[in-house]
């Protein structure tokens, strides 16, 4: 590293220390030419190719926003979502790579947004993967389902539950003014 104070080419390392939940690494730098004292802080990039092919950095301010809009009009405590970012953020970091896709950061979201809330998860997951039906959901819940009885421990809330809650529309009578 070249020292700020009189471009020496080199320096030496006297103490180094992460920062940023490990995110950098702030270093305390010695110039053996002029002996002046630095610090440097060093960050690893992470960049996320979208389907597009359009490349941008990593943003776990994205992830708070995405699985928020997912638990929107639910019980989901904020610190579990920021907590949910950051698990989702180490996840995709060690897979060791400078460039991740889109996709990789999605599954890394789903999994433990099924533990926080079935619902929000649902809701995700019908836009990661372009759900087009109701068969769509059925077949996510019927996954879900057979996922919670594999583990041995039956769902507190049964999604299922809120599709079936109503009856079929041709059960319904119609809406008011609706002739």
Request: hydrophobic share 35%.
């Amino acid at each position: 590293m070249r020292c700020p104070f009189c471009r020496y080419p080199d320096s030496r390392v006297i103490d180094s220390r992460e920062v940023e939940d490990g995110q950098a690494i702030r270093r305390r730098r010695s110039c053996p030419e002029c002996s002046r004292r630095f610090t440097t802080i060093e960050e690893s990039l992470l960049s996320v190719v979208k389907r597009s092919g359009v490349t941008e950095p990593f943003s776990r301010s994205k992830v708070i926003a995405g699985v928020s809009r997912a638990c929107q009009g639910r019980q989901v405590d904020p610190d579990a979502v920021a907590q949910l970012a950051q698990q989702v953020e180490e996840t995709v970091r060690g897979l060791g790579q400078a460039e991740v896709q889109s996709q990789d950061v999605g599954l890394a979201i789903l999994g433990p947004l099924r533990d926080l809330d079935e619902v929000a998860y649902l809701r995700f997951a019908s836009v990661y993967r372009s759900f087009t039906s109701a068969e769509d959901f059925a077949a996510e819940i019927r996954d879900m389902r057979s996922r919670s009885a594999a583990a041995g421990s039956p769902a507190d809330s049964d999604p299922a539950d809120q599709l079936t809650a109503h009856p079929p529309a041709s059960d319904r009578p119609p809406p008011v003014g609706v002739s």
